[in-house]
């Protein structure tokens, strides 16, 4: 894969209805992510007696969108984790005897 701009973008605020990217509106993306099926294990002392895997139930979750009109890479995180890494920051630059604000 080629070098891509990444922006980090929330999961809430990216167009959903239809699927487009939300710098130029474009329609020709890449969609990463990961695929989740329903497993179910009985386990009897120790020993794994059962499993059953639920084919029929599949949960799709995208990562990535990759737009190709812009060439940028948007990563995709949830409103909480962003908030997180935010507080994480703030509290980085507070501690810093230098803040990374001010380095030239």
Not at 56 to 75: A, W
Request: net charge negative; glycine share 2%; hydrophobic share 40%.
């Amino acid at each position: 894969m080629a070098r891509y701009n990444t922006r980090v973008w929330i999961t809430e605020d990216f167009p959903h209805d239809p699927v487009c990217c939300p710098i130029c509106k474009g329609q020709d993306l890449r969609l990463i992510g990961c695929v989740y099926r329903a497993f179910e294990y009985e386990v009897q002392k120790g020993l794994i007696v059962s499993s059953k895997l639920d084919m029929s139930e599949m949960t799709e979750q995208v990562h990535q969108v990759l737009c190709y009109t812009c060439e940028i890479l948007f990563l995709l995180e949830d409103k909480e984790l962003a908030q997180l890494r935010e507080a994480n920051f703030i509290l980085a630059e507070q501690l810093s005897p230098t803040p990374k604000s001010r380095l030239v």
